[in-house]
Protein backbone atom coordinates (compact mmCIF):
# COMPACT_ATOMS: atom_id res chain seq x y z
CA UNK A 1 0.00 0.00 0.00
CA UNK A 2 2.83 2.44 -0.19
CA UNK A 3 1.44 3.10 -3.92
CA UNK A 4 -1.71 4.04 -2.27
CA UNK A 5 0.21 6.37 0.21
CA UNK A 6 1.88 8.22 -2.18
CA UNK A 7 -1.01 8.70 -4.75
CA UNK A 8 -2.85 10.20 -2.19
CA UNK A 9 0.10 12.59 -1.21
CA UNK A 10 0.20 13.48 -4.68
CA UNK A 11 -3.61 14.71 -4.50
CA UNK A 12 -2.72 17.06 -1.73
CA UNK A 13 0.46 18.04 -3.04
CA UNK A 14 -0.65 18.95 -6.77
CA UNK A 15 -4.46 20.42 -5.71
CA UNK A 16 -3.13 23.50 -3.95
CA UNK A 17 -1.22 24.15 -8.02
CA UNK A 18 -4.59 23.67 -9.68
CA UNK A 19 -7.15 26.52 -10.70
CA UNK A 20 -10.39 25.76 -11.83
CA UNK A 21 -9.41 26.23 -15.66
CA UNK A 22 -6.38 24.25 -15.23
CA UNK A 23 -5.52 21.26 -17.53
CA UNK A 24 -3.61 18.11 -15.30
CA UNK A 25 -0.86 16.08 -17.10
CA UNK A 26 -1.13 12.93 -16.46
CA UNK A 27 1.63 9.65 -16.85
CA UNK A 28 1.24 6.12 -16.46
CA UNK A 29 1.95 3.14 -14.77
CA UNK A 30 0.23 1.22 -11.86
CA UNK A 31 1.04 4.35 -9.52
CA UNK A 32 -0.79 6.93 -11.57
CA UNK A 33 -3.62 4.65 -11.91
CA UNK A 34 -3.92 4.74 -7.84
CA UNK A 35 -3.29 8.94 -8.40
CA UNK A 36 -6.11 8.60 -10.82
CA UNK A 37 -8.38 6.46 -8.74
CA UNK A 38 -7.22 8.95 -5.84
CA UNK A 39 -7.93 12.01 -7.38
CA UNK A 40 -11.30 11.32 -8.77
CA UNK A 41 -13.51 13.11 -6.17
CA UNK A 42 -11.18 16.06 -6.94
CA UNK A 43 -13.00 16.24 -10.54
CA UNK A 44 -14.36 19.95 -9.87
CA UNK A 45 -10.90 21.38 -8.66
CA UNK A 46 -9.67 21.49 -12.30
CA UNK A 47 -11.06 21.90 -15.90
CA UNK A 48 -9.59 18.90 -17.33
CA UNK A 49 -6.92 16.09 -18.05
CA UNK A 50 -3.93 15.30 -20.83
CA UNK A 51 -2.97 12.13 -20.62
CA UNK A 52 0.27 10.21 -21.59
CA UNK A 53 -1.35 6.47 -23.16
CA UNK A 54 -4.31 4.90 -24.12
CA UNK A 55 -4.51 3.02 -20.48
CA UNK A 56 -4.42 6.58 -18.27
CA UNK A 57 -7.06 7.98 -21.02
CA UNK A 58 -9.16 5.17 -20.10
CA UNK A 59 -9.32 4.98 -16.49
CA UNK A 60 -9.64 8.91 -16.38
CA UNK A 61 -12.69 8.57 -18.55
CA UNK A 62 -14.20 6.16 -16.38
CA UNK A 63 -13.90 8.58 -13.09
CA UNK A 64 -16.02 11.23 -15.43
CA UNK A 65 -12.95 13.14 -16.26
CA UNK A 66 -12.42 15.05 -19.42
CA UNK A 67 -9.67 14.17 -21.45
CA UNK A 68 -8.11 16.38 -23.47
CA UNK A 69 -6.26 16.07 -26.68
CA UNK A 70 -2.97 17.93 -26.45
CA UNK A 71 -3.12 20.29 -29.60
CA UNK A 72 -5.27 22.21 -27.89
CA UNK A 73 -3.86 22.60 -24.97
CA UNK A 74 -0.75 25.40 -24.78
CA UNK A 75 0.62 24.82 -21.01
CA UNK A 76 -0.26 22.69 -17.32
CA UNK A 77 0.32 23.44 -14.05
CA UNK A 78 1.71 20.23 -13.22
CA UNK A 79 2.26 16.77 -15.09
CA UNK A 80 2.43 13.84 -12.44
CA UNK A 81 3.96 10.60 -13.14
CA UNK A 82 5.85 7.46 -11.97
CA UNK A 83 9.50 5.90 -12.53
CA UNK A 84 11.41 2.80 -13.19
CA UNK A 85 14.30 4.52 -11.40
CA UNK A 86 15.25 8.39 -10.10
CA UNK A 87 18.19 9.59 -8.39
CA UNK A 88 18.90 12.04 -5.94
CA UNK A 89 19.22 14.89 -9.09
CA UNK A 90 15.75 14.27 -10.23
CA UNK A 91 17.19 12.66 -13.29
CA UNK A 92 14.69 9.53 -14.12
CA UNK A 93 14.94 6.26 -16.11
CA UNK A 94 11.24 5.84 -17.35
CA UNK A 95 9.56 3.59 -19.86
CA UNK A 96 8.40 0.19 -17.77
CA UNK A 97 4.88 1.17 -19.16
CA UNK A 98 6.00 1.70 -22.20
CA UNK A 99 4.59 4.98 -22.89
CA UNK A 100 7.84 6.99 -22.51
CA UNK A 101 7.33 8.85 -25.59
CA UNK A 102 3.84 10.63 -24.66
CA UNK A 103 4.56 10.51 -21.08
CA UNK A 104 7.77 12.99 -22.48
CA UNK A 105 5.78 15.11 -24.72
CA UNK A 106 3.13 15.80 -22.01
CA UNK A 107 5.64 16.63 -19.47
CA UNK A 108 7.12 18.74 -21.87
CA UNK A 109 4.39 20.72 -21.73
CA UNK A 110 3.36 21.14 -18.31
CA UNK A 111 5.81 23.32 -16.12
CA UNK A 112 6.00 21.08 -12.94
CA UNK A 113 6.97 17.66 -13.18
CA UNK A 114 6.02 15.74 -9.86
CA UNK A 115 7.15 11.76 -9.64
CA UNK A 116 5.61 9.97 -7.66
CA UNK A 117 6.70 6.53 -6.38
CA UNK A 118 7.76 4.05 -3.73
CA UNK A 119 11.08 4.19 -2.41
CA UNK A 120 12.41 1.60 -4.36
CA UNK A 121 12.20 3.39 -7.59
CA UNK A 122 15.12 5.84 -5.84
CA UNK A 123 19.53 4.49 -6.81
CA UNK A 124 22.31 6.29 -6.70
CA UNK A 125 22.88 5.70 -10.22
CA UNK A 126 20.53 5.04 -12.97
CA UNK A 127 20.62 1.70 -15.18
CA UNK A 128 20.05 -1.32 -12.99
CA UNK A 129 16.86 -1.51 -14.65
CA UNK A 130 17.34 -1.90 -18.63
CA UNK A 131 16.66 1.30 -20.09
CA UNK A 132 13.93 1.42 -22.65
CA UNK A 133 13.94 2.72 -25.91
CA UNK A 134 11.11 3.58 -28.29
CA UNK A 135 12.15 3.38 -31.90
CA UNK A 136 10.78 3.25 -35.25
CA UNK A 137 10.20 -0.60 -36.32
CA UNK A 138 12.23 -0.71 -39.91
CA UNK A 139 15.14 1.04 -37.58
CA UNK A 140 15.51 -1.88 -34.78
CA UNK A 141 18.56 -3.56 -36.08
CA UNK A 142 20.02 -0.48 -36.86
CA UNK A 143 19.97 1.37 -33.84
CA UNK A 144 20.25 -1.99 -31.34
CA UNK A 145 24.12 -1.95 -33.49
CA UNK A 146 24.55 1.48 -32.25
CA UNK A 147 23.34 0.44 -28.94
CA UNK A 148 25.51 -2.64 -28.12
CA UNK A 149 28.27 0.06 -29.53
CA UNK A 150 27.90 2.31 -26.70
CA UNK A 151 28.29 -0.75 -24.17
CA UNK A 152 24.24 -1.63 -23.85
CA UNK A 153 22.87 -5.07 -24.36
CA UNK A 154 19.49 -4.48 -26.51
CA UNK A 155 16.68 -6.66 -26.90
CA UNK A 156 13.41 -5.88 -28.28
CA UNK A 157 10.46 -6.01 -25.89
CA UNK A 158 8.92 -8.99 -27.39
CA UNK A 159 4.87 -8.52 -28.68
CA UNK A 160 4.75 -5.05 -27.48
CA UNK A 161 3.70 -1.53 -30.01
CA UNK A 162 3.28 1.33 -28.47
CA UNK A 163 0.57 3.99 -28.54
CA UNK A 164 2.09 4.91 -31.44
CA UNK A 165 2.96 2.45 -33.69
CA UNK A 166 6.71 2.07 -32.08
CA UNK A 167 9.04 -0.82 -31.25
CA UNK A 168 10.82 -0.86 -27.42
CA UNK A 169 14.24 -1.83 -27.60
CA UNK A 170 14.78 -2.78 -23.59
CA UNK A 171 18.47 -1.67 -22.87
CA UNK A 172 21.08 -3.74 -20.13
CA UNK A 173 24.14 -2.94 -18.93
CA UNK A 174 24.50 0.51 -19.40
CA UNK A 175 26.56 2.26 -16.96
CA UNK A 176 24.61 5.63 -16.58
CA UNK A 177 27.30 7.75 -15.12
CA UNK A 178 25.93 10.75 -17.18
CA UNK A 179 22.73 10.46 -17.90
CA UNK A 180 22.15 13.84 -19.50
CA UNK A 181 24.75 13.36 -22.25
CA UNK A 182 23.53 8.98 -22.71
CA UNK A 183 19.69 11.04 -23.41
CA UNK A 184 21.39 13.06 -25.87
CA UNK A 185 23.58 10.46 -27.75
CA UNK A 186 20.53 7.80 -27.97
CA UNK A 187 18.17 10.83 -29.26
CA UNK A 188 20.51 11.52 -32.35
CA UNK A 189 20.50 7.69 -33.56
CA UNK A 190 18.59 7.79 -36.04
CA UNK A 191 15.95 5.79 -35.95
CA UNK A 192 15.13 6.51 -32.19
CA UNK A 193 11.94 7.88 -31.24
CA UNK A 194 12.60 8.10 -27.21
CA UNK A 195 15.10 7.31 -24.86
CA UNK A 196 13.71 6.43 -21.44
CA UNK A 197 16.47 8.75 -19.69
CA UNK A 198 14.28 11.74 -18.51
CA UNK A 199 17.83 13.71 -17.13
CA UNK A 200 17.80 17.17 -19.76
CA UNK A 201 14.70 17.54 -17.62
CA UNK A 202 14.29 15.68 -15.19
CA UNK A 203 11.42 15.79 -12.13
CA UNK A 204 11.26 19.06 -10.54
CA UNK A 205 9.74 16.93 -7.27
CA UNK A 206 9.17 13.57 -6.17
CA UNK A 207 7.13 12.25 -3.54
CA UNK A 208 8.51 9.20 -2.35
CA UNK A 209 6.56 6.58 0.26
CA UNK A 210 8.58 5.14 3.14
CA UNK A 211 7.66 2.79 5.70
CA UNK A 212 8.30 6.01 7.86
CA UNK A 213 5.87 8.15 5.82
CA UNK A 214 5.98 10.45 2.58
CA UNK A 215 9.59 11.48 1.74
CA UNK A 216 10.09 14.66 -0.45
CA UNK A 217 13.01 15.33 -3.12
CA UNK A 218 12.94 19.20 -4.76
CA UNK A 219 15.43 20.82 -7.49
O1 LIG B 1 6.56 3.52 -18.01
C1 LIG B 1 6.71 4.45 -17.19
O2 LIG B 1 7.53 5.39 -17.37
C2 LIG B 1 5.99 4.37 -15.88
O3 LIG B 1 5.85 5.65 -15.34
C3 LIG B 1 6.80 3.48 -14.96
O4 LIG B 1 8.10 3.86 -15.05
C4 LIG B 1 6.34 3.51 -13.53
O5 LIG B 1 5.42 2.52 -13.43
P1 LIG B 1 4.93 1.92 -12.02
O6 LIG B 1 4.31 3.10 -11.30
O7 LIG B 1 3.93 0.89 -12.45
O8 LIG B 1 6.13 1.37 -11.33
Redo the contacts with the bound molecule.
Keep these: QL ?1 EHVAQAAVEHILPLLAADSVLGV ?7 LFIDALAPHRERFRAACSSSERSTQRLQQHGFQVLDLNTVETMPVYV ?4 EIDGRLN ?9 TR ?1 KIVASVAERFVC ?2 DES ?1 LVDVLGKFPL ?1 VEVIPMAAASVSRRLAALGGKPARREGFVTDNGGWILDVSGLAITAPAELESTINDIPGVVTC ?1 LFALSGADAALLSTQQGIRTLAR
Excluded at 81 to 84: F, I, P, Q
Aim: no cysteine.
Design positions: KGTGSTVDDGADMLKGGGGALEIAKPG
